[in-house]
């Protein structure tokens, strides 16, 4: 069966910090993956999907980058954090009956 | 121009009466449509989705929604709400690779 890792659950980093979040997907080949974000008070916000092994696809310009340099893993990822980046990040990959979510990570930038 | 807008951020129900969470949306094109639940610190779970074939969706635990295009609406039913409903719901469009996420209703369920 399919399954959707992501790590780590909680996060507290200081501003101007690094940032690495990683996604991996068992069970499946060449997945669609997906990075959202959950903002305080705000619906979910694609942030990047990538369909294949480096290819990625940037949906608003933000302080954040995403890479995928295996096709079971997609990586968000950002070199100097800011306040507004916290929030609930969620993975997400696309199987063919429907879309699977991880069980996300709750950043807050301090 | 694509969206989804959840017209109550939270809604509050006694425990055995009837849930309606209402979403309507606004897509050029023929949407697929979804109702997705996040129970506190968990991941979202799909609760059922729309796709072009009947417009009277059933899903898990209960619940259904109607599709309905002269309206634009997609709302979530359910004929009794039990405890375990509590959550946050999230309608969802999709379109050409790509989601829209309305803003989240909270349930809340009183005994």
């Known amino acids: 069966s399919q399954t959707i890792h992501q790590w780590p659950a909680t996060l507290v980093q200081p501003v101007g910090s690094p940032l690495s979040l990683e996604c991996t997907v068992e069970g499946t080949s060449n997945p669609n993956l997906y990075w959202y974000r959950q903002a305080a008070g705000r619906g979910l916000q694609l942030l990047f999907y990538s369909v294949g092994i480096g290819q990625i696809s940037s949906e608003v310009p933000q302080n954040l980058s995403a890479s995928r340099p295996q096709d079971r893993q997609f990586i968000l990822s950002s070199k100097k954090l800011l306040l507004s980046d916290s929030g609930f990040y969620l993975c997400a990959w696309r199987g063919i009956y429907g879309y699977t979510f991880g069980s996300g990570t709750r950043l807050t930038v301090v | 121009a694509q969206s989804v807008t959840q017209l109550d951020s939270h809604v509050s129900v006694s425990e055995g009466t009837p849930v309606l969470l209402r979403c309507n949306y606004s897509?050029?094109?023929?949407?697929?449509l979804f109702w997705y639940v996040q129970h506190p610190n968990k991941g979202l779970q799909l609760l059922l989705k729309?796709?072009?074939?009947?417009?009277l969706v059933k899903g898990i635990n209960g619940f259904e929604a109607e599709f309905k295009k002269s309206e634009t609406s997609f709302h979530l039913t359910k004929p009794s709400a039990h405890m375990s409903d509590a959550a946050e719901y999230f309608c969802v469009l999709h379109n050409f690779n790509k989601f829209y996420f309305g803003s989240g209703t909270k349930l809340n369920v009183k005994p």
């Open positions: 897509s050029s094109y023929s949407p697929s």
């Open positions: 729309y796709t072009s074939a009947a417009t």
